[in-house]
């Protein structure tokens, strides 16, 4: 029940991926949701350790789809300026989410009846739901519209995103930009991560990749 659930955090974080660049980042936010409700249903109302254990399996999906798309979303669609510090966020709302875990764990331990367990595990309903019900006003990121050759859209979620302060202007130099950037992107093999040039900054990225967390369960599933 502690370790199968990693399965599914590690095809959560491989589908992700393709799921962003393919539909874009909106779309990886609303499928990791989704899958959030699921696991979580399957959890709440489980009455069998195998159901419960699925349900772990899913959710943890929503982590793997989480740790991809949530630091992607945030590097493209914040200022310059702000980026690293909004990129850093997430491991913050992680601390944050396991320590609501073990409040609401310590809160509901000497609770009768299974109430004790579900609603800690029923409370990772709320997050999914406050995602779906505010993804209709979520921009999409600026830069996937570039890659689609979608301009015009990508011209309005970038006024979007900085709340009309930028001028015409300023807006179409950070579309140029971000063109700039997009035309000197280039993808390499495998083998390239693994090579002697390489091969130091992928065991930097590897072990300095900030993970969701398990060690305490249920609301950190989610944070």
Request: with cysteine.
């Amino acid at each position: 029940m502690t370790a199968t659930p990693f399965f599914g955090k590690l095809l959560g974080a491989i589908f992700c991926g393709r799921i962003a660049e393919r539909w874009g980042r909106k779309a990886a936010i609303f499928v990791l949701a989704c899958i959030s409700l699921v696991g979580v249903t399957l959890q709440t109302s489980a009455t069998t350790s195998a159901q419960f254990t699925v349900g772990r399996i899913v959710n943890f999906a929503m982590t793997g789809f989480c740790i991809v798309v949530v630091p992607i979303y945030q590097a493209e669609c914040s200022p310059k300026e702000l980026r690293g510090l909004i990129n850093s966020t997430i491991q913050m709302v992680i601390i944050f989410g396991q320590t609501v875990a073990s409040l609401v764990n310590y809160g509901t331990k000497n609770i009768p009846g299974d109430a004790c367990w579900q609603i800690p595990v029923g409370l990772q309903f709320v997050v999914p739901v406050i995602i779906l019900a505010g993804y209709h006003f979520l921009p999409e990121s600026p830069r996937w519209l570039l890659s689609k050759d979608r301009p015009g859209e990508a011209v309005e979620s970038l006024k979007r995103l900085r709340g009309g302060k930028l001028s015409n202007s300023e807006i179409e130099l950070e579309i140029a930009a971000l063109r700039s950037a997009h035309a000197n992107v280039g993808k390499g093999t495998w083998a390239e991560v693994f090579n002697r040039e390489n091969r130091p900054r992928t065991t930097a990225a590897i072990l300095g990749t900030p993970s969701l967390s398990t060690s305490t369960p249920y609301l950190s599933e989610f944070s």
